[in-house]
């Protein structure tokens, strides 16, 4: 069985300071990982996502997240944070060739960004 | 491309009541997906189709809730007997393709208060 684990349900950083949100994640076959970006009453919206090419995977607005086999981790970062990245974000986990195409995610960290 | 969108946004009900939610996937996706999610957690898989076959319930889909996409377009969901239990944010998501590593494009989600 799947599951995802984010540390931190709550994150403040300062505009402009480095942003780390944190996932890690439990597969018993090789995963897909996907980070989402929800601002209020709005639906998600996909970032990035990992799906066994490249390690380093660059997304939208600037976020990138790199998938450490080792570590079973997907750290989502951005090296400058701006208001408008204040939301809250999902990490999620689903796994290649199961045959199962449900997405699990993580309990999700809220982001807020300090003037 | 018009994105997925749900009907109605919000609904407010009785506990014993019925109700019904539409999805409305973005056109040519085969696969559509439900999720629901409560305060305070990330999205919980519920069910999917592949076209208008229902090819997978979570054991969180009690026989209370059933769903349907009659034609491989729109879906229904349906929850009988509501529960105060039942109140959450329920998400419609689509994809267009093959794998689990599609992208799901998730919809605004319709908001459910059960009294």
């Known amino acids: 069985a799947q599951s995802v684990t984010q540390l931190g349900s709550h994150v403040s950083v300062s505009e402009g300071a480095l942003v780390l949100l944190r996932c890690n994640y439990s597969?018993?076959?090789?995963?897909?990982l996907f980070w989402y970006v929800q601002y209020p009453n709005q639906g998600l919206q996909l970032l990035l996502k990992?799906?066994?090419?490249?390690?380093l995977v660059k997304g939208i607005n600037g976020f990138e997240a790199e998938f450490k086999k080792s570590e079973t981790s997907f750290h989502l970062t951005k090296p400058s944070a701006h208001m408008s990245d204040a939301a809250e974000y999902f990490c999620?986990?689903?796994?290649?060739?199961?045959?199962?195409?449900?997405?699990?995610f993580g309990k999700g960290t809220k982001l807020s960004v300090i003037p | 491309d018009t994105g997925v969108s749900q009907d109605p946004r919000h609904k407010i009900t009785k506990r014993g009541q019925n109700v019904t939610f539409r999805c409305d996937p973005i056109?040519?996706?085969?696969?559509l997906y439900w999720y629901r999610q409560t305060l305070g957690q990330g999205p919980e898989f519920l069910t999917y189709?592949?076209?208008?076959?229902?090819?997978?319930k979570s054991r969180l889909l009690s026989d209370r809730f059933s769903a349907e996409r009659p034609k491989g377009s729109f879906s229904t969901l349906e929850i009988q007997r509501t529960e105060q239990g039942d109140s959450a944010m329920y998400l419609c998501?689509?994809?267009?393709?093959?794998?689990?590593?599609?992208?799901?494009?998730f919809g605004p989600g319709t908001r459910l208060t059960v009294l």
């Open positions: 056109s040519e996706h085969n696969r």
């Open positions: 597969s018993s076959v090789p995963p897909y």
């Open positions: 990992y799906t066994s090419a490249a390690t």
């Open positions: 999620a986990v689903s796994e290649s060739g199961a045959g199962s195409y449900q997405l699990t």
């Open positions: 189709f592949q076209n208008e076959a229902q090819l997978e």
């Open positions: 998501a689509s994809s267009l393709g093959g794998g689990s590593a599609d992208t799901q494009y």
